[in-house]
């Protein structure tokens, strides 16, 4: 589909001034101080618009590299080789923007001593989410729930519907497999009570302050586990990860990470 929308077998550019036999070697090369994902994606790309393209990857998703490092060597003819060219770093700048940024937050996680886990959230571009939340593992934090199917997560509007949040519980309860954790989105100190006293396996403190989550977290008492969320990055984190608090979750790593830095270089050409 991006080798499509970038009509990239139509290169008009490459077609006028290079010929079609004409074979060239080619460096992705970092721009930047970065943590690398979406290689084999990149890789797949430049192969899958011509099969004859030779790709090597030099470096592995995950790795943190310098500036001016070779991650990806590939050669082939040069019509191809710019034809996959921008959707390869259009993959590969997008993951690797979310893995820098990803880092950042578990290093700040690892320096509380709390043991609390970063994780991400539902909010990642359309089509993109399996891709997106790898990206998230790669810089070393984890992820929530990939999709409405996999557990139980009553917010306001479900409460509200159900009547109250009591109610709402046994409704999930008795409808959900057996297997599905029952996640529940508190606002109050009020309403983390009511959670506990529902059985809730994880109570989601939203939108509060860390007074708030500190006096929360004093009264599920090890009950359940303990996530926060809203209003958290990188300046006030650590006034957020509390003793007691088990997982902090944060919608900028897939929704607000800035883009990664590569460039692909041309070097040698054959049959100019």
């Given at each position: 589909?991006?080798l ?30 970065q943590?690398?994902c979406g290689?084999?994606v990149a ?18 998703d ?5 500036a ?41 996680a690892?320096?509380?001593?709390t043991?609390v ?6 909010k ?20 929530h ?7 139980v ?29 029952i ?36 009264l ?24 007691g ?27 100019a």
């Amino acid at each position: 589909m991006a080798l499509r929308e970038d009509a990239a077998y139509n290169d008009i550019t490459s077609r006028s001034i290079f010929n079609a036999g004409e074979v060239s070697a080619a460096n992705i090369i970092s721009r930047a101080d970065q943590v690398l994902c979406g290689l084999t994606v990149a890789r797949r790309v430049i192969t899958r618009f011509d099969s004859s393209n030779y790709v090597e990857v030099t470096a592995k998703d995950g790795d943190r590299v310098a500036a001016g490092t070779v991650v990806l060597q590939a050669e082939g003819p040069t019509i191809s080789l710019l034809g996959a060219e921008r959707t390869a770093l259009n993959f590969l700048q997008h993951l690797s923007g979310i893995a820098t940024l990803a880092s950042r937050y578990a290093e700040a996680a690892r320096q509380t001593g709390t043991g609390v886990r970063i994780v991400d959230t539902r909010k990642t571009t359309p089509g993109w989410r399996t891709l997106e939340k790898y990206a998230v593992r790669c810089g070393g934090c984890f992820n929530h729930r990939s999709s409405l199917g996999e557990h139980v997560l009553i917010k306001e509007n479900h409460i509200s519907a159900a009547g109250s949040l009591q109610k709402a519980v046994q409704m999930t309860r008795a409808f959900a497999p057996h297997t599905a954790k029952i996640e529940v989105e508190a606002e109050t100190l009020v309403e983390a009570g009511q959670a506990v006293d529902c059985g809730a396996d994880v109570i989601l403190l939203d939108n509060m302050s860390p007074q708030q989550i500190g006096e929360c977290v004093t009264l599920i008492d090890g009950k359940a586990i303990v996530e926060v969320s809203g209003g958290i990055g990188l300046d006030n984190l650590a006034d957020y990860a509390l003793p007691g608090v088990d997982v902090i979750s944060i919608g900028a790593l897939t929704h607000s990470a800035p883009a990664g830095n590569f460039s692909m270089i041309l070097g040698d050409r054959q049959g100019a």
